[in-house]
């Protein structure tokens, strides 16, 4: 059996800031397979078999539709019963996110929360050149995890049982929704079996 994966449209509702009018933004997959419905919620039985990361669509507006390239993919699920697809959409800052999901990472990447151990307080309150370095590198850190990629949300789509033909409701097209940061944006995503040898 080989199914199609693809993403037809992203609609921006709402941009992630209000204030900058425009964002940039991409998104990414991960497609695995299983050998049974059961084994699809344990990750180490699991098997990753493709990835998709569009490029980065710029000056994306309020109400602005667009076709991301490069996210369309037909997987071969061989000897598998379950597919497990993880879909994520980011807003574009410095891309150190974006370039590890391009070049190395299987997994969607989680941007860092701000770890607030890396500020080492002075523990002599009237070292005044303490608190100066202290507050330097918080000011220092807090850009860099600023201008850190955001991401806007995730999704899951677990198929337990692809070779049930009376459950082939996950295939067709459906809208996936994300909302964080103020960003508003909706996905379409169809999924299709494009060839049944398993009869």
């Excluded at 992630?16 to 940039?24: G, L, Q, V």
């Excluded at 100066?132 to 860099?144: D, V």
């Excluded at 995730?154 to 692809?162: K, Y």
Aim: proline share 4%.
């Amino acid at each position: 059996m080989r199914i199609k994966i693809s993403i037809p449209q992203v609609r921006c509702r709402n941009v992630t800031h209000p204030r900058t009018a425009a964002d940039e933004i991409y998104l990414s997959y991960f497609i695995s397979l299983a050998k049974s419905g059961e084994d699809i919620n344990r990750p180490s039985l699991r098997k990753y078999v493709a990835k998709k990361v569009s490029e980065v669509k710029r000056k994306v507006k309020k109400n602005k539709k667009w076709t991301p390239e490069n996210m369309e993919t037909i997987v071969g699920i061989g000897s598998a019963e379950a597919l497990y697809l993880t879909i994520g959409i980011y807003e574009h800052d410095n891309g150190k996110i974006y370039r590890r999901l391009v070049e190395e990472s299987d997994v969607l990447i989680n941007p860092d929360e701000f770890d607030w151990s890396v500020i080492e307080l002075p523990t002599d309150i009237t070292n005044y050149m303490g608190w100066i370095k202290c507050l330097w590198k918080f000011l220092a850190y807090g850009f860099n995890y600023l201008m850190e990629d955001d991401l806007i949300g995730t999704t899951t789509i677990a198929i337990p049982n692809l070779l049930d033909k009376e459950k082939r409701e996950w295939t067709g097209s459906r809208e996936l929704k994300f909302k964080a940061w103020g960003g508003d944006y909706r996905v379409a995503i169809d999924m299709e079996i494009i060839e049944d040898d398993r009869r």
